[in-house]
């Protein structure tokens, strides 16, 4: 939340607006227990049992580009995170979405896939935002709050492409070294994402989820 700062003479109404935001802010914090589970839930889990690979490296449409990227759960905090590799110079930033914004992302890739197939039956090709999504980005050692801008391209050959636009991002962190995320476009083939769309959804989320507690419950059980 961006902390706003009112003269004396507004003194009342930034009281007034402070509360509006403080409760605007404890219900964007409120973990969605019906999809990942309870606090006692996630607390009964270890950092490295609360992270669940849900598919890895799949690549951009230009093999030489070197991009591999994967998805992931982490139930502790209720988020979604897509770790990308920059193989060519080594480099590692992960993208995490709230429980909010993953729900509109879910929406988002839905409305994509609608597009490819309505574009197909019309033999329409364009280029064109869907969406923009907020994000949260851990880029070497630095820490930034930004959007990504998903767009429909079909321009090229008729393929349908899924691009991925990272928008300029303020960084900052401790032992951040970087003012900013430059911001980077990458392109997707919509046949390589389009497998990935189910697993942002809130029933797939809960059954990946409820196997992990499940598992850990008998593992407890069972070893006493």
Same mark, same amino acid.
């Given at each position: 939340m961006?902390?706003i700062?009112i003269?004396?003479?507004?003194?009342n109404?930034?009281?007034?607006?402070?509360?509006i935001?403080?409760? %605007?802010?404890?219900?964007?914090k409120?973990r969605?227990?019906?999809?990942w589970?309870t $606090? $006692?839930?996630a607390?009964s889990l270890?950092?490295?049992?609360?992270i669940?690979?849900?598919?890895s490296?799949?690549s951009?449409?230009?093999p030489?580009e070197?991009?591999?990227?994967?998805?992931?759960?982490y @139930?502790?905090?209720?988020?979604?995170?897509?770790?990308?590799?920059l193989?060519?110079?080594?480099?590692?930033?992960?993208i995490?979405?709230?429980?909010?914004?993953?729900?509109e992302?879910y929406?988002?890739?839905?409305?994509?896939?609608?597009w490819a @197939?309505?574009?197909?039956?019309?033999?329409?090709?364009?280029r064109?935002?869907v969406c923009?999504?907020?994000?949260?980005?851990?880029?070497?050692?630095?820490?930034?709050?930004?959007? @990504?801008?998903?767009?429909?391209?079909?321009?090229?050959?008729?393929?349908v492409?899924?691009i991925?636009? @990272?928008?300029k991002?303020p960084?900052?962190?401790?032992?951040?070294?970087k003012e %900013?995320?430059s911001g980077?476009?990458?392109r997707?083939?919509?046949?390589?994402w389009?497998p990935?769309?189910k697993h942002?959804?809130?029933e797939?989320?809960?059954?990946s989820v409820?196997?992990?507690?499940?598992?850990?419950k008998?593992?407890?059980a069972t070893?006493?």
């Amino acid at each position: 939340m961006r902390y706003i700062t009112i003269l004396a003479l507004l003194f009342n109404c930034a009281v007034s607006s402070s509360d509006i935001k403080k409760t %605007e802010a404890k219900k964007e914090k409120v973990r969605n227990s019906a999809v990942w589970g309870t $606090e $006692e839930d996630a607390a009964s889990l270890s950092l490295e049992e609360s992270i669940v690979f849900v598919s890895s490296n799949f690549s951009t449409i230009n093999p030489y580009e070197k991009i591999q990227t994967s998805l992931s759960y982490y @139930i502790h905090n209720g988020e979604v995170h897509l770790t990308t590799f920059l193989l060519y110079n080594a480099t590692v930033f992960s993208i995490s979405f709230d429980d909010n914004s993953r729900n509109e992302l879910y929406n988002c890739l839905n409305k994509f896939d609608e597009w490819a @197939i309505k574009a197909k039956k019309n033999n329409d090709e364009f280029r064109k935002e869907v969406c923009q999504i907020p994000m949260s980005m851990d880029f070497s050692f630095c820490k930034g709050n930004g959007n @990504i801008k998903f767009s429909f391209d079909n321009t090229i050959n008729s393929d349908v492409v899924l691009i991925f636009g @990272i928008s300029k991002t303020p960084l900052n962190g401790d032992k951040c070294n970087k003012e %900013e995320f430059s911001g980077e476009d990458f392109r997707y083939s919509w046949n390589t994402w389009k497998p990935l769309v189910k697993h942002f959804s809130d029933e797939l989320i809960k059954k990946s989820v409820g196997a992990v507690y499940l598992k850990k419950k008998k593992i407890n059980a069972t070893y006493k």
